[in-house]
């Protein structure tokens, strides 16, 4: 009896510590599993070591999926405000730091040892370090086979996250076991990842690497069938490679491979019209000119990409060109090579097709006692604690309904 229990949770990362936690307080016998040698990598690096664990306005408007109604009823269930109540039970420190984000004053640390204090007093098993290599259908129960014995469980939940950050412990595990038990997958790719750009068209933005301002930046449609439309307005920095900022993380989880995202870096100012209507007052150089509103190396990379002369005077250019310069600053289209990919994003978009999973509990529609919860599904949320809202708010649901 002793490998043989009513809960068996692949993964011990933040969903997982919830839906374990959340099972076992209801008293059922619990299993956690997971290959890593220390616990909860991913929390303990989120937010820049500080976690930011949720977001108090997450809605499903925050979040990409090709089901985007899916996430609503696990998300109204257990809410930012019901992970607070937790965290204040812990007497944890945090603060809010923008736009409903919040953070530990002190230490990602905390939280999984909030996680685990819970697991722990709801009487969790643990197996840890453990390799998982596979899961079956025995009978009634399930049969998870181990680098150990074998453990036996009338439900499986699937915990394993998405494949960013291979080198913290990120496995396909969780898409392998979808795929063995006939449910299907979305398209996988890195979601809030810098983007990267080659090629002589990108040449003169190389030397601007470090140069950080405050853009809107938009990508993809809002007509046609399973169409998707970023728009955000946050900080863009430039890098040796690419763009990266919260900017770029953000529309990367909307970017397509192939089409073009949109900046506009001055969203305060039409530059054609401004341009146009000072050409009799100011005698300037266009130089001196766009560098009262950019950085001036980001000014001059922009003049020369688009084939201006710093030098050249306001008063001596048509309207058209000036219009076409208004153009490159306030709706610069680039498409992008491709992403710096998951060995820098912070999660996967696509993962376990929603449509397979009842949105009550997370089970699979047609495999009873088959559960997948946290980022291995096809919810993604943006950049600002909505990922650590769906783990825990989808961990809740299916702990709670097993
Ligand atoms: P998670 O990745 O947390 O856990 C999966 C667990 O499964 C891991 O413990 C892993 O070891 C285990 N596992 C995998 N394969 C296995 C196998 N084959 N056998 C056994 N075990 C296996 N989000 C947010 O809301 N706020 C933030 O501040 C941040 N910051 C952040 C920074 C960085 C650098 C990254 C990479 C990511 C973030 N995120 C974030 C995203 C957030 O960390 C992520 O969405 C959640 O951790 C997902 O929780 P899960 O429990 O689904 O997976």
């Known amino acids: 009896m002793s490998n043989h229990y009513d809960v068996a949770v692949i993964g011990a990362g933040a969903a997982g510590m919830m839906c374990a936690a959340a099972a076992a307080a209801r008293g059922k016998r619990v299993l956690l599993l997971d290959h890593a040698s220390k616990l909860a990598e991913k929390i303990r690096i989120s937010g820049g070591g500080r976690c930011n664990f949720t977001n ?44 409903g984000q919040l953070f530990c004053d002190d230490s990602a640390e905390q939280i999984i040892r909030m996680l685990k204090d819970e697991c722990d007093a709801a009487g969790v098993a643990w197996r840890m370090p453990c390799k998982v290599n596979g899961v079956e259908r025995s009978g009634e129960l399930f049969r998870i086979d181990t680098d150990g014995e074998p453990v036996l469980a009338r439900n499986v939940v699937v915990a394993t996250g998405g494949l960013s950050i291979p080198k913290i412990g990120a496995t396909d595990l969780g898409y392998r076991i979808a795929r063995q038990f006939d449910v299907k997958i979305v398209e996988t790719r890195p979601g809030l990842v810098p983007l990267t750009f080659d090629g002589p068209s990108w040449q003169p933005f190389v030397p601007l690497a470090g140069i950080a301002l405050e853009v809107e930046v938009e990508t993809g449609s809002r007509k046609g069938k399973g169409a998707r439309h970023g728009h955000f307005r946050e900080d ?109 994003a912070e999660v996967t978009i696509g993962g376990v097709d929603t449509r397979e999973l009842s949105q009550q509990t997370m089970m699979a529609n047609k495999v009873p006692g088959l559960y997948f919860i946290g980022e291995t599904v096809d919810v993604t949320g943006w950049l600002g604690g909505y990922n650590f809202q769906w783990a825990w708010a989808s961990g809740v649901a299916a702990g709670g309904s097993i």
């Open 56 to 99: 108090v306005n997450a809605g499903p408007q925050n979040f990409v999926s090709d089901n985007p109604h899916f996430c609503r009823s696990a998300l109204s269930r257990y809410t930012a405000q019901d992970f607070l109540a937790l965290v204040r039970k812990h007497r944890i420190a945090y603060h809010e730091k923008h736009r």
């Open 236 to 344: 863009l920095l430039f890098t040796h490679r690419g763009l990266s900022g919260p900017a770029i993380l953000q529309i990367s989880s909307y970017w397509q491979p192939g089409t073009p995202i949109v900046l506009n870096l001055l969203p305060e100012m039409d530059v054609a019209e401004e341009l146009i209507a000072s050409k009799t007052s100011v005698k300037k150089q266009l130089g001196n000119i766009l560098s009262q509103w950019l950085p001036a190396r980001l000014a001059e990379g922009l003049l020369l990409a688009n084939g201006f002369a710093p030098d050249a005077r306001l008063p001596d250019m048509a309207d058209a060109k000036l219009r076409k310069l208004g153009d490159a600053i306030n709706r610069w289209a680039i498409v992008p090579t491709g992403s710096e990919g998951y060995r820098k």
